[in-house]
């Protein structure tokens, strides 16, 4: 089994991020893999660990406000907590794991994965309008792979909930939302279901403030920024049809919309949430890397 190298490296407002990396023996690409809310890379050990046995090395992070990151009295930042992060510090932190692996793999094509609330932020990233640097990192990239991504949530919340969000946000933006994600929702796997619900790295969804921006980030994405998709930047999005947290309709909506040369949906009938962790995941790392294979092939590593 390929072995993973854990290390902390410094990125913007100073903050300190526990990262991970899978080494593949002779690597065609690396991917930066990106993990949803309230969750961290860890979780992920045995996708990426696949992935870099067959040629693809691999760079994740707990993210700003999640994981280690936010919760390693040794090596986090002074400011840093739990849940507290906001949609722009994630797309600079994003931006910033992008421009370290693109300096540090020189040569290599650069893959951009996100799984559920990371995937909408991987889409917000490409699509948001952004700094003239973020530009840069867009356009190093050579495809972007998105799983589940949370446009709509399956389970809106009341417009009274909706509503008493975005108020409180202003006032006490870090407080954590009182509840913790259902484990049964998450997949068909037991045992998995059971380790999230007692792995100590994982607590609530976020603040008031990093829900509110997942949901009304998310909800742009769909309704007005995929309009400013990069037409040759490839896109794979990966999707299960009884997902219940991120709904199946929207991401079927996005893909339809999007004006891309490069494009594909995959749906898999009767999965969750975690395709990474459901019957199909053997599947899902195979059109994973039929997808970054592909483009890799190409005479300059990315769109043709």
């Not at 990474?276 to 294979?293: G, K, L, R, Y």
Request: glycine share 6%.
């Amino acid at each position: 089994m390929t072995a993973y190298t854990e290390a902390w490296a410094t990125g913007p407002h100073s903050t300190s991020f526990y990262t991970r990396t899978y080494e593949a023996l002779s690597s065609i690409a690396v991917l930066v893999a990106v993990h949803g809310a309230a969750e961290h890379s860890g979780r992920y050990t045995h996708a990426h660990t696949s992935l870099a046995e067959r040629g693809i090395t691999v760079f994740s992070y707990d993210q700003r406000g999640y994981g280690r990151t936010a919760l390693d009295e040794q090596h986090k930042s002074k400011d840093s907590a739990y849940g507290k992060t906001c949609w722009e510090n994630q797309l600079e932190d994003l931006d910033w794991a992008v421009q370290y692996v693109h300096t540090n793999y020189a040569g290599l094509p650069v893959f951009l994965m996100g799984s559920s609330m990371a995937g909408s932020l991987c889409l917000s990233f490409v699509t948001q309008p952004g700094s003239p640097q973020r530009q840069s990192s867009v356009e190093a990239l050579s495809g972007i792979i998105a799983s589940a991504p949370t446009l709509l949530l399956t389970e809106r919340p009341s417009w009274l909930l909706q509503t008493a969000i975005r108020i409180l946000r202003l006032v006490v933006p870090n407080i954590l939302l009182p509840f913790k994600h259902n484990g049964e929702k998450l997949s068909h796997n037991e045992e998995t279901n059971k380790a999230y619900l007692e792995d100590p790295l994982v607590r609530a969804p976020g603040s008031l403030l990093s829900v509110y921006d997942l949901i009304a980030e998310g909800q742009r994405v769909l309704v007005d920024y995929y309009k400013h998709w990069p037409v040759q930047l490839p896109l794979l999005v990966l999707q299960g049809t009884a997902d219940l947290l991120s709904d199946p309709a929207a991401t079927q909506e996005f893909v339809e919309k999007l004006i891309a040369e490069d494009k594909k949906l995959v749906l898999y009938p009767d999965a969750r949430h975690e395709l990474h962790n459901e019957p199909v995941q053997t599947e899902v790392a195979d059109e994973c890397i039929s997808f970054m294979a592909r483009i890799a092939s190409r005479p300059n590593g990315g769109p043709e």
